[in-house]
């Protein structure tokens, strides 16, 4: 009898042992909220729907706005914890307000290293997304404005300050000079002071993530010299950081310099000698040198 039961029990906690270590398949491209209702995303999806209660006086306040122009885009990622607390939220806040479902668009990206941030069929295209969630406000097609990853305030609150259209900041500051320097090519311009450009942001943000984030996504997405741009200000911010040095090899071997990302992986090294994707990526490089 133990001799059946003992491998049956192996196999069964191999089983759920598996189950558990699988991860969810990812939601990409335009998704219905139909699709968040489903297992396994209803398992975040529907609690923190429910379990979220909108302030009643400013949710009293946002009755009271015509959104009749007004449109909503919503950035997500499926495996992302900010996005699984967030975006129910939202869409709760959506529901009680009655906004029209035909005029809010979920798009669901990726987070692999090839597909930072993008959607299969690129609906995230131009809309410069480097934190998810992000939800953005259009009225008549034109942005109004956005809330990068979480919100300042509240989620009630802030939209309400958009949608009436007063001063607000979102999180993550630095992505506002970032977006209005790729729009004036100074991002991609080779006799740019990228250290003057690093003093301009120095006090807007918030950590080295910050900036890798936007980096990444345009290395992946036909901007690899405003990548490079961003990466270097990175460096000149947090000089003592192998993972930003590592990330600026990165931008270099994508630029086509492998002699400079040879440099930068190197002196991640000497920062950091115990990473061993650096080291790999290093060693690599030597031989193809």
């Known amino acids: 009898m133990k001799t059946i039961f003992l491998p049956t029990l192996f196999c ?19 998704v219905g909220v139909n699709a968040l209702q489903q297992v396994p ?35 997500f990622g499926s495996w992302c914890g900010d996005s699984k607390r967030e975006l129910p939220r939202m869409m709760k806040i959506l529901n009680q307000l009655n906004f029209p479902a035909q005029k809010i668009t979920l798009i669901g990206v990726d987070n692999a290293d090839s597909t930072y941030k993008q959607s299969p069929g690129r609906e995230d295209l131009g809309l ?3 934190r998810v969630p992000t939800f953005i406000v259009y009225e008549n097609g034109v942005e109004l404005n956005r809330i990068n990853e979480s919100p300042v305030e509240s989620l009630e609150r802030d939209l309400l300050k958009i949608l009436r259209k007063e001063s607000y900041t979102p999180n993550y500051q630095s992505y506002t000079y970032l977006n209005k320097w790729l729009k004036e090519g100074l991002l991609a311009d080779e006799n740019i002071n990228y250290l003057g450009l690093a003093n301009q942001v120095r006090h807007k943000i918030s950590g080295e993530s910050e900036l890798n984030a936007a980096a990444y996504y345009w290395l992946n997405s036909g901007h690899p010299k405003a990548a490079l741009t961003v990466f270097r200000i990175n460096a000149a911010l947090h000089p003592n950081s192998a993972n930003v040095f590592d990330s600026l090899g990165d931008g270099y071997l994508k630029n086509g310099n492998k002699e400079r990302a040879l440099a930068f992986f190197e002196q991640a090294l000497k920062l950091d000698p115990s990473v061993e994707e650096t080291r790999n990526k290093y060693k690599k490089l030597l031989m193809i040198q």
Not at 15 to 24: E, K, L, N, V
Not at 53 to 74: D, F, G, V
């Open 41 to 75: 995303y209803s398992n975040w999806y529907n609690p923190g729907h429910q379990n979220y209660t909108p302030n009643p006086a400013i949710e009293a306040q946002l009755k009271q706005q015509n959104t009749t122009s007004i449109s909503i885009k919503i950035v």
């Open 12 to 30: 069964l906690l191999a089983a759920i042992t598996f189950a558990q270590s699988t991860p969810d398949p990812k939601l990409l491209g335009v």
């Open 128 to 130: 410069q997304v480097f």
